[in-house]
């Protein structure tokens, strides 16, 4: 139990970590200080060291965001009105932690360079994972298919956009607007699906 305490402990430290400073923004010393834990337990969970710690902290951070997806559709017969209770708890959440903490995955792909083939091709595939999992709940909102996927790329780029955007502007108003416009936008398109609630 002691070891999974002390994994669990690495990876959560792992993605504060990447929220606030980025991949190689982010010292060991300060990791394992977050983490409580001792330099050797970084190498014995991760032989890999801070890169493969990184790639289990992008994984979680899916996973968190496909079982809050889960979870909010679950809750909202209307898809529209589930995203847009996303949007509202992120942005009570980027005001909560004073414009310092953006998402994690978002951080590291931002901090990250031609040589960081395996950090890139990990972040790729939590986005997909993220987007396919909002298409499938649009789709079975009754959005067709292919419109689904599309609105899905649209929605999380959106928010990934301008979660940015708003962190370096020390003010949720671009999350803001591109929200409102973008959900506005949408309602207006189900006009040419009628028949899909």
């Not at 970590?17 to 980025?22: D, E, F, K, S, Y």
């Not at 979680?60 to 889960?70: G, H, I, S």
């Not at 986005?127 to 929605?155: K, W, Y």
Request: glycine share 6%; proline share 4%.
């Amino acid at each position: 139990m002691k070891n999974t305490d002390t994994r669990s402990r690495l990876v959560n430290a792992m993605q504060r970590t990447l929220q606030r400073n980025g991949l190689h923004g982010t010292g060991l010393t300060e990791l394992l200080a977050q983490a409580k834990a001792p330099k050797g337990s970084l190498y014995h969970h991760f032989p890999g060291g801070k890169e493969e710690l990184a790639l289990a902290a992008i994984e979680q951070t899916a996973e968190q965001l496909v079982r809050f997806f889960t979870r909010l559709f679950a809750e909202h017969a209307d898809p529209l009105e589930a995203i847009a209770h996303w949007i509202e708890s992120a942005l009570r959440r980027i005001e909560a932690s004073e414009f310092r903490l953006g998402c994690p995955m978002a951080a590291a792909a931002l901090d990250s360079n031609a040589e960081d083939i395996d950090l890139r091709l990990a972040i790729n595939h939590s986005f997909n994972r993220v987007q396919q999992q909002l298409a499938s709940h649009l789709n079975t909102a009754g959005h067709p298919a292919e419109h689904s996927a599309d609105l899905a790329a649209l929605i999380f780029s959106s928010y990934e956009g301008g979660l940015i955007m708003a962190r370096v502007a020390g003010d949720t108003l671009p999350l803001e607007r591109a929200f409102r416009a973008l959900l506005g936008h949408v309602r207006l398109q189900q006009k040419a699906f009628p028949n899909e609630h």
